[in-house]
Nanobody
Framework: QVQLVESGGGLVQPGGSLRLSCEVS????????IGWFRQAPGKEREGVSC????????FYADSVQGRFTASRDNDRNTVYLQMNSLKPEDTAVYYC????????????????????????WGQGTQVTVSS
């Protein structure tokens, strides 16, 4: 079955940049929509973005619009999240995820229930923004 493995988290100063990677196995990436979630200590998990495999369009949460950019390399079966102009409030564990479908439903926020029932979660990678 489909599996997602994340990497690229770490410590970065405010205003800095970081790139996360999500390697997909068990399924061809060009047929899957991939989303990103994040969860800060004491807060609920929230959607960050979703990239459709149908037309390549990415939807972003307002909190990251203009700062984060999702992309994918189908030859490497890998999705990337480029994070620029990072803020302390971006500190969280970041998860990639898929519902096992090709589209995002015109939303940046995938359904956690559908991800759990029919798709897959990455293991999470810590991003810390601090001086």
């Amino acid at each position: 079955q489909v599996q997602l493995v994340e990497s690229g988290g770490g410590l970065v100063q405010p205003g800095g940049s970081l790139r996360l990677s999500c390697e997909v196995s068990g399924f061809t990436l060009d047929h899957l929509a991939i989303g990103w979630f994040r969860q800060a200590p004491g807060k609920e998990r929230e959607g960050v973005s979703c990239t459709s495999s149908v037309n390549g369009v990415t939807f972003y949460a307002d909190s990251v619009q203009g700062r984060f950019t999702a992309s994918r390399d189908n030859d490497r079966n890998t999705v990337y999240l480029q994070m620029n102009s990072l803020k302390p409030e971006d500190t969280a564990v970041y998860y990639c995820a898929t519902e096992g479908m090709s589209g995002c439903g015109n939303s940046y926020h995938l359904s956690p229930q559908i991800v759990s029932d029919h798709g897959a979660w990455g293991q999470g990678t810590q991003v810390t923004v601090s001086s």
